[in-house]
């Protein structure tokens, strides 16, 4: 027997989505429009986040493989692009949010302590998929961020077990990428090879040589125009921080020494991709590194613009759930970043003419698949 017909309502589950709008009332009829706006958003918001969280997982199983196939890439990309559409599609949704006044959602507000969008388990998900430091939390209080999660009493909740469900899912999107690029092929030379060391090596040693070679050309002409010698130490003084800055990163000198033999190869694939994405293996190599800087650049955008939601709506009163309000949200804008190395070496990158050449550059070419 075939499949019984399906109809549009029936599929989307209309009458049972538009019944949950009503907080904590029997039905929405007895709510102000405002109020179900508020419901509204807020639950489209958790519905774009569980298409975020699918995208972001399908590309870290991509990147878990020991072996990553170049046609995975292009999927990869999609699914990397898709996810900073949806963090592009949830600041554009902040807009809705500010058709209400003040009065207006504080006619409300009174219903939802001690509620806080901080106990939003799927945005916490998301974080810990990407990658962040658990380190670099920023603190809703005193209490640690799973304390916010659990019932008031203590007890589990489904928000809790979410998040501690995602915690044990591993690696994390940046540690699958960062394992990838560790085993990306540097002029030809791949991890375990008898002389890789000694081919990073060579390689950080002439991008160094001709990122000072540029360095040098561009103090020289901006000391054209210092109007004393005062400016024209200030400028020798930063030409050469910078250079030094770059070189230190390229050493991973910043890093524990543990850390700096595997962490200097992975920032040399970045440099790598980047300078010679023209190559043919390397071009899709190049997208997903810069889908990845887009994705964070949009979440980024997305706490930013919450922030300043919030500041319009509230002001600089404390949140609902004891938060710092607009506060603890600019700080969560400033430090939850996550995969600094893909931004640093933007710092570093050099025009094409001015790259030094490669030994092999026929290693990335389809011709030898």
Known sequence: MGQSPTTYWEYIKIEELLSLQSGREETDASLSNDEVLFISVHQIDELWFKLAIRELVHVRDLFAADHVEEQSLSAATRGLRRAGEVFHQLSEHFALMETMTTRDYLSFRDKLSPASGFQSAQLREIEILMGLDESDRVPLGNEAYMQALRYPDGRPSPASERVERRLADVPSLKQALEDWLFRTPIDGSVPGSPDDDAVVSKFIESYCAAMERDANTQRDRAIEYALTEDDASRLRARYEKQLNLARSFLAAADEPEADQKRLRRIRASLVFIESYRELPLLAW????????????????????????????????????????????????????????????????????????PLRSPEFYDFARQ
Not at 317 to 338: E, I, Q
């Open 285 to 356: 190599p190049r997208e997903i590194l810069e889908s990845v800087v887009q994705l964070e650049q949009r979440f980024t955008i997305f706490r930013q613009r919450h922030a300043r939601m919030v500041e319009r709506m509230i002001g600089r009163r404390t949140g609902t759930g004891g938060s710092a309000g607009v506060a603890y949200l600019d700080a969560t804008a400033l430090k939850y970043r996550v995969f600094t190395e893909f931004w640093a070496v933007r710092s570093l990158l050099l025009r094409a003419p001015l790259l030094p």
